[in-house]
Structures are given as structure tokens and as C-alpha cells.
């Protein structure tokens, strides 16, 4: 895959405020790439600087290898869908669809089919006729897509596409526009401020601070592995705790039974019944890796590539996810590690239940995602519980 | 101009678009004013103006007791006018804005304008028909009975001035103040009512300072016009009706002595100017103390 | 309920002058003063028969077609820079704009008046009234202007953009349709506001009058008194009629950008 788009130290500055930082990156022609962050952290700026519609200050966009310098937006290959839409009210929904074919060599009836299957694709057939005024904000943002999208442009810009729309109708039109990409496998770059809407729809996901790139990944890594606090805390529950990072060392430790992450009642079920081989006799085996003392938790080993060099032997803080912790409930057996709290708060979500436990030596109580599984209680507030916690769920981050 | 460089393509446009208009403004509006300034420093004899440097106008404007009336007199004319204007209009905004339904807002918007776009001239010779000896008024109240004689004290006088005047702005003061009102989030008043604050006490605590800018705006908008009024005080006024700006009209284009004219325009403007910035001055301290 | 007679009879006092107008432009008396006298068209007869009148109105009807051209287009620029991006100084330039809104309409005639004779010694004529009435128009033409310009999404004419248009056509294909009914408001009411101004006409006029200059003049005469009734009833027939063209044509632009109405010309 060639890169589509690449940026090479962009920085846009309006008076003294600095929009854009040293942007650096490279989009891969039919990828789905999102630009996450929140609200006035350059996103859009970026965005409308790859339109056409604000120059930069300093630094080079290439588009399909293409410098873009001194190129207005009517002569870029880049269409956009605006945020308000942006669907002309004095023009019919055809009208709309066809405005961007004025120069289009094509004759009246090509052109007229043209539009037929634009709308078509968004599934606003029939619709040619309609007032722009008289749509519904659903069938706006499938103008505006048909609009864009008829050009046949190399990147599609989407500037919070979905914000005006209402819960279901986002939801319904997230997985359109993925089938849509998929099906005209035109680069898309989304701009959005919603992380779950990010992590759903994109291929790659560049969040965004104060004009500067936090980090580029794919969603899984983004949401798994974030760089750093902003990040972790931007995207997702994470809860923060203070650690010390010590230097290497090398120690026995006994393997890990394997699929840790499920419930160990369930895997020995599955192992009983034969689903599972059985477990491989833990055998003494040396582990080298970082020493961590995480503030209530206790210290752990963690592998030396998950910690950055710039941590090692400072204060640092770790997160770890509200789902990667459990609270124990009555009687229950866990083969993990794990401290003693209290229920401090119990929110209750239909299928999942969230608590925030107290314990000792961390000022500000865990989050606790669990699962409403059949037969499992919702403990009180004030209730004396375990939390069990894993090695491998805590991500050193870095600021 | 060197910060210009830092601005975006979008505002270096805007500032070539304004540049236009602002242009204008400055070659027929700041210029005149400014000459206007400069004559009123010199002396005219007849026809020839000598232009040594004097305050002799201002000695004048400000000295001789005719002139003195007249400011005075324009002032407290525009100062009745804007009270009686503003109460009036107040309670018509707050109808309009408050008990009126959002689709008939604009037709009732449209009526109260449509007597302010005719022919203003004939607009206030038709009060002086209304209130005149043998006017609409007299002759109605005679024939009803409610009255033996006209009455006398409604025309050419400061009172027919500043009823006629008080029609005349009713739409300028009206305007401002219903746009403030209907800047009021209704839930606002809904919650001093249940935060246990009667209509009346709601209307004092929470409409009124909320729609306070509208006010300053309706009574600013009246005032300043109106103290520069030349057809209304000419025509039922009266002398003893005469405001500054017959005076100003006068020295121009009778007596022919533009610098003693250019002198209490000058006067003049400062003088709307000062009561004007004195008038937003005490209403911020009053929202203040509120 | 109370609020509500009140706004009645302040509606009547607004209208109690207008109402007057016909009943006397039509009454065979000379004298404008009840008892009401019968029916007569004779003064509209005789506006026919009087040529300074019909100079006059050619006059104003010159100068208020002008000067609602060029205010218009002065409130173009200024209400289009208004919505664009904020630069230094913004607010005091538009502020400085708006500044013959709240200025006695007798200084800016002085001033104009000081300008043409005495400093640059030129003849007044219906040309220094069209400045004039320029510069006071515009105000209103940017108030008019601002709402449409305001109502506009930014958005729209960069899509127009992206999809291929040039800056320029961008502004003739999309802006200019959505703030046409604004355009054509701010030239009927700049254009009414010219044809009924006095003040400035009356001190920048040169040898011939315009129209309220003329009424002005046939004030003093009590016998020409009824002919200005009727020439009255003409005029404030032909601007309720030019106002309510306006008032659609605002209501129309609202309704073509799909927004609510929220009322007001201003």
C-alpha cells in the first residue's frame, strides 16, 4: 500500500496560539482513519488544512504524492462532509447531489443517472426531488455523502459526521458508513470526539492534545496499550495508581495458566470436560523483567518491553482498565493476586455493574466493571469484598 | 501592519470587505465632523471666515443665555421624550414578547413599524391636526362632552413636542427591548416562581435586570435622535417648543454664520455624548448593586 | 388580558395619524379640521396637475434609488466582513459603521453642508443628498444584511468549494440565492428610508427640492394643505405595500434556509 496522504512537520499557528505542532503522518490509501480528540484540540484544523480550507504555517501535505501547497479546495481530490451537513436549501436533494458535476464533461442524462446511483448507494432512492428542508438529519447526512462521495474523490473528509444525530440513528449510521468505505474503497478520514465511535469504525486512530499527535494505532492497541495518561484517560475507563519502577530483575516464577483472562471456574469446567487440554504442570521457570511497586496493588514483574526505558527507576503512574480488575465475591476462589477493599459506590448498569472499591494505601477508590452473569449478587455499599488484579493488565504510562 | 501577517486568509478578507464601507464612513462621516470641529474655532463675517484660532463660539454657544435655554431645553424635551417613550413601549414589548404566540410575533413586529416607514413629515403635521385648537382631539372630547372649551395645553408647546415624539421612536424603543426579552430563557422566570417569588417580585428580580440592556439601548436610541430634532419642534412646538437644532439650522442657512452653527452642533454632540455615557455608567452600577 | 388593551390601544395611537390621512385627503374642505366637509378626488387631481411636485418626485425617486444601490452594497461588504473572521479592531470598525444610526440626522447635514461649500466649494445638488442618504442607509442595510449574512452556515459555501467552485462561484451559487430576499429587503427599506428623509435634503439640496423638501414647503401655505393629504395617502400607501413586499421577501429567505422565524425587521 502506498501512502495516500502524508504530512511532514505541519504547524499552523493563528496569532500566537499554536493550532497544529509539528504534525507528522502518513495515511495509507483505503484506509478508514479517524482523528480523535477533544473539543479544540486541532482535529478539525487538520482536517480543513488537508481540505484546502486553511493553509499551513509551516510544513508540507502531500496528497497521492502531490504537494498541496497554493492548491485551493475546489482543485483538491478531497471532498468533505461538514459537520452542519452543509446541504444547499435553495437546491433539490438531485440538485444537491449534482452540484459538484457542474464542469463534468458528461452529458444531462449520464450525469442524471449518475445522481440516480449516488443515491442509490446511500439509500436515498426517490428522493431526488425533495426540498433540502424538508429531510430529516439521517437523509441530510446521506446528501451530503452521495455529494462527496459522486466526485469519487481519493479522500473523503468527514468532520463529526454523526454528532447531530441522535443515539440509534449514530449507531445505524456508523456501520453504514463502514459498509460504505468498504464498498467504494475511497480513504476516509474522520473527525470525531467520541473514542467509542473511533474504536468502532477506524482502521487507525491518531488522538489529538493541544495541536499535538498523542498517538497513532490501531483501536485494540489504542485501547490496550495507550502511551500515556491523556491518552488512557481519553479513551475508556482507566484507573490511575502511583508506582515506583526499579530496574531488572530475573526470578523464578511459576507459568501462567494459559487464557487467564477467562473465568477460572469456567476454564477448569472446560477442562473437566474435556474442551480444554489439561493444564501443563507448572514448571519452575525464570522470568526476567521490570520490578514495579504499584501503590496498593503490591509490586510486579513486568515484561522490560512494556516499559518504556524513560521509566525505569522514577515514580511513574500505572493505569489499569475497570473490566481487567474483579471483586470476589463470597467464597469465591481466584488462582490471581489480591487485596482487600471496601465498596465504596455500586452503579448499576443493566448488564454490567460498576463499583468503586476502597483500598488501603490508594487515596481514590478502583472502578470495577463486572458482568451481570446469572446467579451473580450486586454487592452493597460498605461491603467487605477481595479485588483480583493481574500483572499483565497494568500499563506503565508515560506524560 | 506587520501583525497582519499573522491573521488568517478568512480575516484578511474580512478586512478588505470592511474596508469599503469603513472608508465611506471615515471620507463622509469622520472628515465633515472633523471640519465641522475646525470651523467652529474660527469666525465668520459675512462671507469671508477668518480662520485665527478662537473660542469665541463656545463663549458664546455656551454664555449667552438663548443657547443656554435652547440645550437646556432640547435636553430636558429628549430626556421626557425617552421616558415617556420607553415606559410606553416597555409593557408592548413585554406583550409581544411574552403573550403573544411565536407564530403572530412577527405580524405584530410588522404593524408597530409600519407607522415609523411613512412620510415623517407628514406624520407630525398630522399631530398638529390631532392636537390643534380646532383638532381631531378638541372636537371629539367637545362633542362627547367631556370638555366645555379646546384645551390649549397640547399644542405648540414642549408637550405636543414630546407626544409627537414619543409616537415617532415608539418602534425604536419597542424593537431593543423586545429583543432583549426574547433573549430570556423562560425557564428562568419559571424558576424564581418556584424558588418562591411572586409575579410581581419576578418581574422586578429577574425579568426587568435581564432585559435591562434592551432598555439602555431603546432609551439611547431615542434620546440621541431626538435631541437633534428639527421638524417636530418647527412645526407644533411653538416657541416656546424651539430645540437646539432650529437654533443650529438657523445659523446655517439664515444668519449665515456657520461657525457660531458648527459651535452648538459641537455643543451639542458632546452633550448627548456625555448623557449618554453617564446614562450606561449609572445603569451598570445599578446592575450591579442589584 | 389588560396587557392586552393596552397593546390595542397603543396600536391605535400608533396608527391614529395615518388613519387621519385619507379621511381628509378626501374631504371637500380646505380647512383640516372636523366637521368633515363630503367626498371629493379633487386633490389628487390637482397632485396630476402640479409639475414642481412631479420634479420633485423625480428627484427623490433618483436619489432613493441610488442611494439604496450603494448602501446596500456598503452593507454588504460590512455585514459579510461582520460574519467572517474575527480581526483587531472588528467591533470598533463596525461600530464606527453603525455610528450614523444614533447620530442626529441635523449633525451629519451640518457636517456634509461645512464639507461641500465651505471647504471644497462645490454646488449641492441631488448628488451630495445621494452621499448623504448613503451613509445614513447603511446602518440599516447592514442591520437588514447582518440576518441574512448570519443565518448563513459558513459551511455552505466552503462545501460549494470543495465540490468545485472557485471563491467567486461559489459566492454567486450559493450565498447570493440564500441572501437574496435579505438583498432586496435592504434596498426597500434604505429606499424608503431616502425617499422620506428631510433634514439632510432640506440643508444639501441644491435648486430643485425633493419630495418632503416640496411638502415641507406647501406646509406653510394652508390652502395647499389637502393636496398634501393626498399626496400623504399615496405615499403611505405605497410603503405599507413596498414594506409588506420586504417583509415577505425576509419571511421567504427564512423559510428557503429551512430556519424559524423569529421576527423584526431590525
Redesign the interface.
Known amino acids: 500500500m502506498t501512502d495516500l496522504i502524508a504530512l511532514e512537520g505541519l504547524n499552523k499557528?493563528?496569532?500566537d496560539y499554536h493550532a497544529l505542532r509539528d504534525i507528522d503522518l502518513t495515511i495509507p490509501q483505503g484506509q478508514f482513519f479517524s482523528l480523535l480528540g477533544p473539543s479544540g484540540c486541532g482535529k478539525t484544523t487538520l482536517l480543513r488544512t488537508i481540505?484546502?480550507?486553511?493553509?499551513p504555517s509551516s510544513g508540507v501535505l502531500r496528497i497521492d504524492g502531490r504537494d498541496m501547497k497554493g492548491v485551493?479546495?475546489?482543485h483538491r481530490p478531497?471532498?468533505?462532509v461538514?459537520?452542519?451537513y452543509?446541504i444547499?436549501?435553495?437546491l433539490s436533494v438531485a440538485e444537491n447531489v449534482a452540484?459538484?458535476l457542474?464542469?463534468d464533461p458528461r452529458s444531462k442524462e449520464e450525469k442524471g443517472r449518475a445522481v440516480g446511483e449516488a443515491l442509490e448507494m446511500v439509500g436515498l432512492g426517490g428522493y431526488g426531488n425533495r426540498r433540502?428542508?424538508a429531510l430529516s438529519g439521517g437523509q441530510r447526512q446521506r446528501v451530503a455523502l452521495a455529494?462527496?462521495l459522486i466526485?469519487q474523490p481519493k479522500v473523503l473528509l468527514l468532520d463529526e459526521p454523526l454528532s447531530a444525530l441522535d443515539k440509534k440513528m449514530r449507531e445505524q449510521m456508523q456501520v453504514e458508513l463502514i459498509r460504505l468505505q468498504r464498498q467504494v474503497g475511497i480513504t476516509f478520514i474522520l473527525v470525531t470526539h467520541d473514542q467509542e465511535e473511533a474504536l468502532v469504525m477506524s482502521d487507525r486512530i491518531a488522538v489529538m492534545f493541544e495541536g499535538e499527535i498523542g498517538q497513532m494505532d490501531d483501536p485494540e492497541t489504542l485501547y490496550r496499550r495507550p502511551k500515556s495518561r491523556r491518552v488512557a484517560a481519553f479513551i475508556g475507563l482507566m484507573n490511575f495508581l502511583d508506582a515506583r519502577v526499579g530496574g531488572e530483575v530475573s526470578e523464578r516464577k511459576t507459568a501462567a495458566p494459559e487464557r487467564p483472562t477467562d473465568d477460572p471456574m469456567l476454564t477448569r469446567f472446560r477442562r473437566q470436560i474435556g474442551l480444554l487440554p489439561k493444564a501443563p504442570k507448572a514448571l519452575p521457570e525464570y522470568v526476567s523483567g521490570i520490578e514495579v511497586e504499584v501503590a496498593g496493588l503490591g509490586r510486579a514483574v513486568l515484561p522490560k518491553e512494556r516499559v518504556p526505558e524513560a521509566l525505569r527507576h522514577t515514580g511513574c503512574t500505572v493505569g489499569i482498565r475497570p473490566e481487567t480488575l474483579a471483586v470476589l465475591f463470597e467464597g469465591e476462589q481466584t488462582t490471581s493476586r489480591t487485596v482487600d477493599g471496601v465498596v465504596d459506590e455500586v452503579v448499576y448498569y443493566g448488564d454490567m455493574t460498576y463499583y468503586d472499591v476502597r483500598i488501603e494505601g490508594v487515596e481514590k477508590p478502583l472502578t470495577i466493571s463486572m458482568k451481570n452473569l446469572i446467579g451473580r449478587p450486586v454487592l452493597e455499599v460498605g461491603a467487605k469484598t477481595r479485588v483480583a488484579w493481574d500483572e499483565r493488565s497494568l500499563v506503565p504510562l508515560g506524560h | 501592519m506587520a501583525?497582519l501577517g499573522?491573521?488568517?486568509?478568512d480575516a484578511k478578507r474580512a478586512i478588505k470587505l470592511v474596508s469599503v464601507p469603513f472608508a465611506y464612513a471615515v471620507l463622509l462621516l469622520a472628515l465633515p465632523l472633523a471640519a465641522v470641529l475646525l470651523f467652529s474655532f474660527w469666525t465668520q463675517d459675512f462671507l469671508d471666515i477668518d480662520r485665527t484660532f478662537t473660542l469665541r463660539n463656545y463663549q458664546e454657544a455656551l454664555g449667552e443665555p438663548i443657547y443656554r435655554q435652547l440645550l437646556v431645553r432640547s435636553v430636558l424635551i429628549a430626556g421626557s421624550v425617552t421616558v415617556v417613550t420607553v415606559i410606553l413601549a416597555f409593557p408592548i414589548a413585554y406583550f409581544v414578547s411574552f403573550h403573544v404566540a411565536p407564530s403572530r410575533k412577527s405580524l405584530w413586529l410588522f404593524l408597530i413599524t409600519i407607522p415609523f416607514w411613512t412620510s415623517y413629515l407628514i406624520r407630525v403635521f398630522l399631530w398638529k391636526v390631532i392636537l390643534g385648537y380646532n383638532g381631531v382631539l378638541n372636537t371629539s372630547l367637545l362633542g362627547l362632552g367631556f370638555i366645555d372649551e379646546p384645551l390649549t395645553f397640547i399644542l405648540y408647546n414642549a408637550n405636543a413636542v414630546v407626544i409627537t415624539l414619543a409616537h415617532a421612536f415608539a418602534p425604536f424603543a419597542i424593537l431593543p427591548i423586545f429583543v432583549a426579552l426574547e433573549k430570556i430563557d423562560h425557564s428562568l422566570i419559571e424558576a424564581s416562581r418556584d424558588l418562591g417569588e411572586s409575579r410581581v417580585t419576578t418581574f422586578l428580580r429577574v425579568t426587568l435586570p435581564l432585559a435591562m440592556p434592551g432598555v439602555v439601548a431603546a432609551a439611547l436610541i431615542v434620546f440621541i435622535p431626538t435631541i437633534g430634532d428639527y421638524v417636530t419642534p418647527r412645526l407644533v412646538g411653538g416657541p416656546n417648543g424651539l430645540m437646539i437644532a432650529n437654533m443650529i439650522q438657523t445659523q446655517f442657512l439664515r444668519l449665515n454664520n456657520a461657525p457660531l452653527g458648527a459651535a452648538l452642533a459641537i455643543v451639542a454632540m458632546l452633550c448627548v455624548t456625555v448623557i449618554a455615557l453617564l446614562f450606561i455608567w449609572l445603569n451598570r452600577k445599578w446592575l450591579r448593586s442589584q | 388580558m389588560s396587557l392586552r388593551i393596552y397593546a390595542i390601544a397603543y396600536l391605535i395611537f400608533l396608527y391614529a395619524p395615518i388613519a387621519l390621512l385619507p379621511i381628509f385627503a378626501f374631504n371637500d374642505g380646505t380647512i383640516i379640521a372636523f366637521p368633515l366637509q363630503g367626498f371629493t378626488t379633487e386633490w389628487f387631481a390637482a397632485l396630476a396637475t402640479t409639475p414642481a411636485l412631479h420634479e420633485a418626485v423625480q428627484n427623490s425617486l433618483i436619489i432613493a434609488v441610488t442611494s439604496a444601490v450603494l448602501a446596500t452594497c456598503l452593507g454588504m461588504c460590512a455585514a459579510r466582513a461582520g460574519t467572517m473572521e474575527d480581526f483587531p479592531g472588528k467591533r470598533g470598525v463596525l461600530g464606527f459603521i453603525m455610528l450614523p444610526l444614533v447620530l442626529p440626522e441635523i449633525i451629519v447635514a451640518v457636517s456634509l453642508l461645512v464639507v461641500v461649500v465651505r471647504v471644497f466649494g462645490l454646488t449641492l445638488g441631488n448628488w451630495t443628498i445621494i452621499l448623504a442618504h448613503t451613509l445614513i442607509c447603511a446602518p440599516f442595510c447592514i442591520a437588514v444584511l447582518n440576518g441574512a449574512f448570519q443565518n448563513l452556515?459558513r459551511?455552505?459555501e466552503?462545501?460549494?468549494?470543495?465540490?468545485?467552485?472557485?471563491?467567486w462561484?461559489a459566492f454567486r451559487?450559493?450565498t447570493l440565492?440564500?441572501v437574496a430576499p435579505g438583498i432586496i429587503s435592504s434596498l426597500l427599506i434604505s429606499f424608503t428610508i431616502s425617499l422620506d428623509e428631510f433634514i439632510i435634503a432640506f440643508f444639501l439640496s441644491g435648486n430643485s427640492p425633493t419630495m418632503p423638501v416640496y411638502i415641507w414647503g406647501l406646509l406653510r401655505f394652508p390652502e395647499r394643505l389637502p393636496v398634501v393629504m393626498a399626496l400623504g395617502t399615496i405615499l403611505v400607501a405605497l410603503s405599507i405595500v413596498l414594506l409588506t413586499v420586504a417583509e415577505l421577501m425576509r419571511r421567504r429567505g427564512l423559510a428557503?434556509?429551512?430556519l424559524k422565524d423569529t421576527g423584526g425587521f431590525l
Not at chain 1, 51 to 55: K, S, T, Y
Not at chain 3, 158 to 167: F, H, I, N, Y
Request: hydrophobic share 40%; charged share 20%.
Open positions: 499557528y493563528y496569532g481540505a484546502g480550507f486553511e493553509a485551493a479546495a475546489n478531497t471532498n468533505m461538514f459537520q452542519s452543509a444547499f436549501p435553495h452540484f459538484g457542474r464542469k433540502a428542508h455529494r462527496a466526485l | 501583525s499573522r491573521l488568517g486568509d | 452556515d459551511s455552505m466552503e462545501a460549494a468549494m470543495d465540490l468545485g467552485q472557485s471563491r462561484g451559487l450559493v440565492p440564500l428557503r434556509a429551512g
